[in-house]
């Protein structure tokens, strides 16, 4: 190892997910990373080279500024969406244009002794690539998904950028963080001899022990986004299958940008559960969500026997367990490596929505041991899952490359 590597890490910055510090699960874990950084004695910076919001968004954060002990800055000339198409572009351009010489000025004053790459956008990765080499700093990837299994990366453009991401570029940054073990074993497969550090889903376990449980009302919860209505169906219809389902209630949380979407999906629930027992919330805010997510009878997160599913292993699942209630899936990828059926977590083994409305019939049925597997779920999730377990191990790997 170069005496250059010996060096103690001192400031890292986060490139290529724009719209922090406002946004759901990628920023959600840019941030948590973040800060297990910064408690691990490093300063951290965001840069962001695109505005990130639409006008009316009602917010306090502007161009610049500093958000969890994290330290943000927009290279557009603002945070929010230009009028104007040419002036779209322009600004576009700008962004590009002052993000390298912003890039090269925190180097200059020692404020940038490594990357954390979280995007497999392949244009953004291959700049970044040629900066790190023009400017002099080591990245990594923050890797939580398979681009090439995404149907919504469909497009022949979109697939073979894909390619070249994951069968070119991704073996010549300078290591990965990837999030699940088949992650994992695709990265060691393509680059044998990168450094690799697997950094799970996480979570800030102490913000949700704050939250006083209300247990006036009994209901599961599905959190998803707008663009995974196929297994939105699959939890409607698993819930349609309970023998118990006029005991409890269903609430769906679906986010998304596609407002058509969203009032379409909340018309057919209105015409299929006339009894009002499934409600939908859309794009509440983080301390909404998390008061709906601590007071749910049971937490459901069904993956489906995919490449996607078995590659990525989502956000959520961590502040589930968060909340000491129970988690219900399927036995898909990183479910398998961390939980057990009616131990931590209750499983069915395969995606069929038969066999899930079996355990959630479990949950109304058996309310002694189900409040015994959710806190097993959160025991096993703070050793796990607590974000400031890897602030130094995150350090630490980032010193070897």
Request: net charge neutral; with cysteine.
């Amino acid at each position: 190892m170069s005496d250059i590597n010996k060096r103690e890490l001192k400031s890292v910055v986060f490139l290529g997910d724009a719209g922090f510090p406002i946004g759901l699960a990628g920023i959600q874990r840019m941030t948590l990373m973040g800060r297990a950084l910064i408690n691990a004695g490093c300063s951290v910076s965001v840069v962001n080279r695109i505005w990130a919001w639409n006008k009316d968004l009602k917010t306090d954060y502007g161009k610049e500024g500093v958000h969890e002990g994290i330290h943000y800055m927009f290279t557009v000339e603002s945070p929010f969406r230009p009028e104007g198409f040419f002036n779209r572009k322009f600004q576009r351009f700008m962004g590009l244009w002052n993000e390298f010489f912003y890039l090269k000025k925190l180097k200059n004053e020692g404020r940038i002794d490594a990357v954390i790459l979280s995007t497999m956008n392949f244009n953004d990765s291959l700049r970044y690539k040629i900066y790190s080499k023009v400017i002099g700093f080591p990245i990594a990837v923050n890797l939580v998904e398979m681009a090439s299994a995404l149907e919504r990366r469909s497009s022949l453009t979109l697939k073979i950028h894909n390619w070249l991401m994951e069968n070119w570029l991704l073996k010549r940054l300078d290591g990965a963080m990837p999030i699940s073990d088949n992650l994992c074993a695709f990265y060691k497969e393509i680059a044998p001899s990168k450094p690799i550090m697997k950094v799970p889903v996480i979570c800030d376990y102490d913000s949700f022990s704050k939250i006083k449980k209300n247990t006036t009302e009994s209901y599961f919860l599905y959190c998803a986004s707008i663009s995974f209505m196929e297994v939105t169906e699959f939890v409607l219809k698993a819930y349609e299958l309970m023998k118990n389902n006029e005991q409890i209630k269903l609430r769906l949380l679906i986010g998304g940008k596609d407002k058509t979407k969203i009032k379409r999906l909340q018309e057919e629930i209105a015409l299929r559960f006339p009894n009002e027992n499934v409600e939908l919330f859309s794009n509440v805010p983080y301390q909404v969500l998390m008061e709906l997510f601590t007071n749910a009878k049971a937490l459901l997160i069904p993956l489906r026997h995919t490449l996607e599913d078995t590659a990525r292993f989502p956000h959520k699942i961590g502040e589930y367990l968060a909340t000491g209630n129970p988690i219900i899936t399927t036995g898909v990828g990183e479910i398998n490596t961390y939980f057990n059926d009616a131990l931590n977590a209750l499983i069915s083994d395969e995606y069929d929505a038969e066999k899930f409305a079996a355990k959630m019939d479990y949950v109304v049925e058996n309310s002694d041991e189900v409040i015994q597997i959710g806190l097993q779920g959160k025991s096993l999730g703070l050793k796990n899952f607590h974000f400031d377990n890897y602030g130094t191990r995150i350090k630490h790997f980032l010193e070897q490359l």
